[in-house]
């Protein structure tokens, strides 16, 4: 059919054409891949009768230079033209002669957005990478807020710190971190804490901190929430549970909720991504064991009833065998490659999890856990 158009175009006109096969034009010329040909070359575009000429146009380019207008806008060029009595050209064709030699740009100097490069982080066992963050709890009236501080591990998902405060603080998040590493026996160069870029995560007295205990710090890029997934999983388990109330009455009630709530959460809630082990089982390293156990009771109850299974034998669900902030689209090639993703893991400990308080100035003395 373009062949036909094509063929008897010339005489009828396109369009006519175009209408009489009920083809439309836009069709017509876009598969046309012999239209310059047909056509001819595309004729150059008349220079406008009021257009400047060469001369005058470097004119203005030169007046445009002189000292007094370099740092000026067109705009104010113009009218001070026209106060002195001259009129060399309208200010859109200043702006015309200026953008053909590039002389067009943005006079304010612009901020330079840094570009973040997407975190990867690999953890094949407890103590490898922890991922910690601050969440809002309300208070007792409008407008009121306790601060709930909590660091976890990303491969056993246990809450490995955790405390309460009436506001953000560097310190308060110094004294968490460095009470949770010492009750887990975190050394040098073993950690990665993982972390968004609240105040406090970036204040310089925490990066010092980390440096003095030799844990590699790595942040989350600007506005990414799914940069920090373990963090944003535990406070909503922990604000969508029954009992969580709306507000709290005082940072008493708060801590005594969150105390509750992570002795439920470390050592009693079965969490489906860890082979429905509670975090305190693959963190203290008795998973496997139980696992086992596990096993031998549903190969018990397949072998009273092997009708009930018609899939064969069951078996637990697996233990992980890794936690991933970012996974990329391909693991990695190599087992140095996953090495140098992760740090080296030490034998896990299973210490309790650090329980602060802020010094909260209650009853006439400072409140402490």
Known sequence: MIAMVMEVGGHLGVAATCNAFGLPRATFYRRSTASLEFYGPLKPRRKPVQALGEAERQAVLDLLHQDRFIDLAPTEVYA?????????CSIRTMYRILGANEEIRERRRQRQHPQYSKPELLATGPNQVWSWDITKLRGPVKHTYYYLYVVLDIFSRKAVGWLIADKESASLANHLVREACN???????????????GAAMKAKTFAQTLGTLGVTKSHSR???????????????????RPDFPDRF?????????????FGWYNHEHHHSSIGLMTPNDIHSGVASA????????LLAAYAAHPERFPNGKPTPPPLPTAAWINKPAT??????????RAPQSTQAVGASAVQ??????IGGGPHAL
């Open 80 to 88: 001070q033209l026209l106060d002195e009595g001259q009129h060399l």
């Open 183 to 197: 009750n887990e026996g975190i050394e040098r160069g073993q950690l990665i804490i993982h972390m968004d870029r």
């Open 222 to 240: 600007p506005y990414v929430s799914d940069d920090n997934p373990y963090s944003e999983a535990g406070f909503k388990t922990l604000k969508y």
């Open 249 to 261: 009455d005082s940072i008493f009630h708060a801590e005594t909720h969150c105390r509750d709530f």
């Open 290 to 297: 139980k696992r086992e156990a596990r096993a031998l009771v």
């Open 331 to 340: 693991g990695p090639a190599n087992a140095e490659t996953a090495e140098k």
């Open 356 to 361: 602060v308080t802020n010094m909260a100035t």
